[in-house]
């Protein structure tokens, strides 16, 4: 009487949110009796969780999704799942256009997927894209790193930038509460994860939902006092953040991340333009001098702190002398990692009516300038790594060369270095640095730390 378990696929499209919300969705499914099939055509239920950043995130979706409809015609019983911002932003629509789904699920929805799938069950074809409140998780998410791992402390952005689709697909801020942020990092250091990275759209907006604010009239939660209420999890050896929003970051945050030895001293600001004008054009509330203090206090406190950020180029109406400055602005500053994008219209968002677009060759010319002078940089910046000892915490094996392993130092530079995986994961590692790369770092351990006697 073996009845086999059913198994499932799921597929990751964007930014860290989806990653953080698909880890979720795999927990409920495992909790539903699901198994992992690394092969989605053996899957008999999956998932695509999508993303609409840009024109190309979301015509991937369309390209995988074809090949999966097709199958279903000789596998009824298959469940499809559209999941995440490109099911929100489709919503109906996505069903007139792939009538073989059977489930169309915003990211507000990740954490019902079992009642959703109950319907689905009885014969519905489900869409569940109206605005709601997040719900607490009760399941335990099924990660995929065993080392590090994603924690939501916001959910939603309140912000309108002019390019982003994030506010229509994400809704509106909502925070959760430190009790339940501090009690999952626990739960995840039981389980022997070292790095948690705490997750928001615009994490300096945390608790401004909440209740409270204190004798000075400043709210009761800002996203600093979560740190110091979360710092010292024990059996967390390292604390990341992002994203960080230049037009809310405070000297006090700069102060925690300086004074709390695991917050790992590296900042994700993504500053978009260098240019003043394109920053007003995009609503983003922040000039380029503005973004020059933020970083020269956090290099003041912490001069060895390592910077990324994000960037787009070719924004409607955006001139050469413009791009120009963010070019300055990278010159300048010296980013140790910068995700650049060329713009993208896209839909419900204010710039994308606007008829002063540029052509797609300025966009990728202007693409191709700022990331050759990026790669530059990024060597430069990881010019000073080398001959120095940085600890650096194993997540895998090299795929390309067994013989090592990788991990990130406290900046996050990805680093090799010689060492058997099965003795080494999860450790911190102090690693002497003898060759540096623009985006990686490979060395020589110095001293492994030995495991702690049970
Ligand atoms: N909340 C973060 C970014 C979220 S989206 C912030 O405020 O910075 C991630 C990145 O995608 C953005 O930083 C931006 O650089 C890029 N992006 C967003 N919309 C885009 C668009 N329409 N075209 C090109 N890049 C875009
Ligand atoms: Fe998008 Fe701006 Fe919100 Fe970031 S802050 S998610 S760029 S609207
Ligand atoms: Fe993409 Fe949605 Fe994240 S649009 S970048 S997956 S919030």
């Known amino acids: 009487m073996t009845t086999s378990k059913r198994r499932y696929h ?17 927990g409920i499914l495992e909790d539903m009796g699901f198994e992992w099939s690394e092969d989605p055509n053996h899957a008999d239920l999956i998932l695509y969780n999508t993303c609409t950043i840009r024109d190309n995130a979301e015509q ?6 074809g090949r999966q409809a097709k199958r279903k015609h000789e596998q009824p019983d298959l469940t499809l799942i559209v999941a995440g911002c490109v099911a929100q932003q489709e919503g109906e629509a ?3 256009r792939v009538p073989e789904l059977d489930l169309v699920m915003g990211p507000q929805y990740a954490n019902r997927l079992k009642d959703l799938l109950e319907s689905v069950s009885e014969g519905n074809q489900v869409v569940a894209t109206e605005p709601i409140h997040i719900m607490e998780d009760i399941t335990q998410p099924r990660r995929d790193s065993k080392i590090t791992a994603w924690v939501n402390v916001i959910y939603g952005c309140n912000e309108r930038c002019t390019y982003c689709v994030v506010p229509n697909v994400r809704g509106v801020e909502q925070s959760r509460t430190p009790e339940v942020i501090r009690a999952e990092m626990a739960e995840i250091a039981r389980q022997g994860y070292k790095e948690v990275t705490l997750l928001g759209q615009n994490i300096d907006a945390y608790g401004r939902d909440l209740p409270g604010v204190t004798a000075e009239g400043r709210h009761l939660h800002t996203f600093t006092d979560l740190l110091y209420y979360v710092h ?3 059996g967390i050896e390292r604390l990341r953040f992002a994203t960080s929003h230049p037009r809310y970051f405070t000297e006090r945050l700069i102060k925690a991340c300086a004074e709390l030895p695991k917050v790992c001293e590296h900042f994700h600001i993504p500053f978009q333009s260098g240019d003043n004008e394109v920053l007003k054009a995009m ?3 922040y000039t380029h001098e503005k973004y020059r203090r933020i970083i020269d206090t956090i290099r003041r406190y912490m001069p060895d702190a390592s910077i990324s950020a994000d960037a787009i180029v070719g924004f409607p109406g955006e001139t050469e002398a413009q791009f120009e400055n963010t070019l300055k602005l ?18 419900g968002t204010p710039a994308a009516l606007w008829t002063n677009q540029l052509s797609e060759e300025v966009k990728s010319d202007r693409l191709q300038r700022l990331n050759h002078l990026v790669a530059i940089k990024a060597a430069e910046r990881s010019q000073r790594y080398f001959g120095r000892i940085e600890e650096v915490l194993v997540e895998d094996q090299n795929p390309k060369d067994k013989t090592q392993v990788m991990g990130r130092t406290a900046g996050n530079r990805l680093t090799f270095f010689t060492g058997d995986i099965n003795e080494l994961k999860g450790k911190l590692v102090k690693v002497k640095i003898t060759e540096v790369r623009a985006f990686s770092l490979t060395g020589e351990p110095v001293e492994i730390p030995q495991p702690i006697p049970v």
């Not at 991937?60 to 999704?65: D, N, R």
């Not at 990278?330 to 896209?346: H, K, M, Q």
Request: with cysteine; net charge neutral.
């Open 283 to 285: 609503a983003r509330g």
């Open 60 to 65: 991937k979706v369309y390209s995988y999704l």
């Open 10 to 26: 799921i597929t990751t499209f964007g930014c860290q949110m989806n990653k953080a919300d698909s880890e979720r969705m795999a």
């Open 94 to 96: 996505l069903l007139r």
């Open 330 to 347: 990278v010159e300048d500053i010296g980013f140790d990692l910068l995700n650049t994008a060329a713009y993208s219209p896209r839909p």
């Open 232 to 234: 010292d999890v024990p």
